[in-house]
Each structure stands twice: as C-alpha cells, then as structure tokens.
C-alpha cells in the first residue's frame, strides 16, 4: 500500500486504499501510532460519579481502565496485573477502595500502588527478599479532562494537551463548554464499519442531502467545509431557524479532533459528541451523549425527542458506512475512490492525519505499508 505520494502529491484526490479499513494489520499500526502519539478520546467524566468507580475499554485492541480514587480524580491504567499480566476488570462497577485480580488476589488501590501480593515467597511470606513492591504498580497512563471529555496519550509523547485542542477550542469559542448538561446517551453498541468511516462520514456535508432527507432541512449550498489543523469538519448557517419542525433544520457545525473526538454544535442550546472506539478493522462502538448548553434546562420530552432524531440520524450513518465497509471488499476499491474537491476537503485533511502518523512507524517497512 503505497500511501507517501497521497500526503505529497497535492493533485491527488483518491481515498485511502481498501487496505487502510479492511487490514487487521493497518488497525494494530494505527493502535501504535495514531492512537500512540495523539491524544485519543476515551470516555465521559459524569460516568463515573464515586469514588471507586471503575470503567475498562479497549482503546485499539489495548485494555485500560478509568478509575475514579479517592480524591474524586479521574486517573487511568493499563488494565493488567503486573503479576501475570491478567486482564484485570471485565465490567463496569465499582470496586470500593481497592483494585483485587482475581487470579491470585494481588491487591492495588484507587491510584495503582501495589498494597497486597499474599504469600508471593510462599505460605505467609508476602514480599520474598528482593521484591519491591512499589515496582509493581499498575503502570499508569496520562490522562486529561476537558470539560465533560477523557482523554489518554499512551505513549506520553503528545504535546501539551492545551496546544493539541487550541484549534478546536477556537471553533467552539461561541459556546461556553463550562456551561454544558449531560440530557440523553445514545448507546449504539458494535457498528459494523472501520473507525475511520465513521469519522469521514460526519466531517462531509456532501451526503446530507441524500442520506437525511428525513431526519434533516439542511441544504447543500448552506453548508461550507472546516480544516484548521487537528480539526476538521464542516459547517451549515441557515437564515431561518426552525426548532419545532422534528428534524434537523437549524445551523450547525460538525467538527473532529484527530484521531477520534466529534463533536457538533446546534442552535439554539444543544451540543453531541460522539465516542468512536475500534474494536477490530471491521468493528467499531459507537456512543453519544446529548448535551444542553448554556444554562438550558430542557424537559424529558424535548430530550427523549432529540434521543428519537439521532438515532434516526445516525442509523441512517451506519447503514451508509457499514456498505462502505463491504464495498472495500472489491478490487474496484483498492485506490479508494475520489475524493470532490470542494465538498470532502475534511475528508482528505483527516486521511492526511493518518497517514502522516502510520508513515512515523518503523513497522511500514516490514510490508504492512510501502513507504
């Protein structure tokens, strides 16, 4: 897969090549660079409330967990006993104080430090001579809050997060994000698509008119294309706005953070943000919470109506992007298709993202991408 001369040829306008969403080789490339280097988006903030509370996921094949210690901060860890290397947490709960594996009942607490290694050196003998448990922690991961969203470097080399989101903050200055109200989560669970679809599919304001005719009244020569940096999507401004029609027909802005926030903004009161995770090339989970913003308080019917459009909405998505998944099985697809100039400008800025990333590993040498 030859992917230097679609980020040094500006003439260029194909896709990504099919090997880029089919390949399980490609995804664990992407696992080590682009959900490495970057900040990636793992969670929401209100979902874990006390003190104990605990959430694992699987972030590009690698298990962490979110915990929530003692002092009410949000850290996170490889969800991995440093014993033998057990897969910690299985579901969602909360743990109370301590962190126990269950194979053989080494004992952490809420910040990782090993507290409990029982009869490690034999019967009664809990630290044999020369183990040092302060060594055997649960290896951390940097983390960051912003607002209502997580997010992790594993590699913890991304730049300083304030730096990484200043794109995308300008593009939300209108919107006081301190100000913002968990109403309605949309649980989507396994959509059957790359991760990279999804993200494509919301940044184009090409399809709207197609796709949603139902669900949106947002026409095509509204809307305009965004690419400022790390940030990229689309917007539409509307001269009338409607809030009682039942389906999408007011102005809005749909952005991504690289590699895997989304986020959308609706006038008048109403933001999404999306949670996209990979589970395998062909797999992904999909969630997204509905926020007020601003201070509104909006009722359970107005919030059970808009969980109705969304739904509708991103349904309308997945059937799309699940046959974009299927059609990469074709020969035909192999050079990825063309990208409009005009309208799929955040598209081909994303594909840039990635591949700038993927060509940083020394593993594209090995045959997985032809330099």
């Known amino acids: 897969m030859r992917l230097s001369s679609l980020i040094k040829d500006k003439n260029i306008t194909n896709g990504l090549p099919s090997a880029a969403y089919t390949d399980e080789k490609f995804l664990a490339l992407e696992s080590d660079t682009v959900f490495a280097e970057n900040w990636a988006f793992v969670g929401f903030v209100h979902e874990l409330v006390k003190p104990g509370d605990i959430l694992p996921i699987v972030l ?15 850290v996170a860890f490889h969800n991995v006993c440093r014993h033998r ?27 990782g430090k090993l507290i409990a290694s029982p009869h490690f050196g034999g019967t009664d003998k809990h630290k044999p001579k020369g183990f ?40 939300l200055s209108d919107i006081d994000l301190d100000n913002i109200k968990p109403v309605a989560t949309l649980n989507f669970g396994e959509v059957a698509t790359n991760w990279k679809f999804l993200v494509e599919n919301y940044v184009e304001p090409y399809h709207v008119q197609f796709v949603h005719q139902t669900t949106t009244s947002q026409p ?20 009338e706005e409607n ?42 989970i ?26 509708d909405v991103h349904k309308e998505d997945h059937d799309i992007c699940e046959r974009l998944q299927l059609g990469r099985a074709s020969p035909v697809s192999a050079k990825g298709g063309v990208l ?32």
């Open 286 to 311: 999909q969630k997204r919470i509905i926020y007020a913003t601003n201070g509104y308080k909006m009722s359970a019917k107005e919030a059970n109506g808009l969980k109705k459009l969304w739904w």
């Open 132 to 171: 040092e448990p302060k060594k055997y922690g649960l290896e951390s991961i940097r983390i960051k809050i912003w607002h209502d969203w997580i997010f992790v470097n594993l590699n913890k080399k991304a730049p300083a997060f304030e730096k990484y989101v200043k794109k995308i903050s300008k593009q």
């Open 85 to 111: 290397c057990l897969k910690l947490v299985h579901e969602r709960k909360n743990t109370g104080k301590l962190i126990r594996c269950p194979y053989h009942s080494w004992t952490y607490d809420l910040d």
């Open 340 to 371: 409009s100039p005009y309208w799929e400008k955040s598209v081909r800025a994303f594909h840039k993202h990635v591949i700038k990333s993927v060509m940083k590993s020394p593993k594209k040498r090995k045959g997985i991408v032809n330099a």
């Open 243 to 284: 809030t009682s029609s039942g389906n999408l027909a007011v102005s809005s802005r749909y952005l991504s953070l690289f590699p895997n926030f989304v986020i959308g903004t609706y006038y008048p009161n109403q933001i999404g943000v999306h949670l996209n995770l990979p589970v395998d090339s062909g797999h992904t």
């Open 60 to 74: 590009a094949g690698k298990p962490l967990i979110l915990v929530k210690n003692i002092k009410g901060e949000i």
């Open 220 to 239: 095509l020569k509204d809307h305009y294309t965004i690419v400022d940096g790390n940030c990229f999507g689309s917007g539409v401004d509307l001269n």
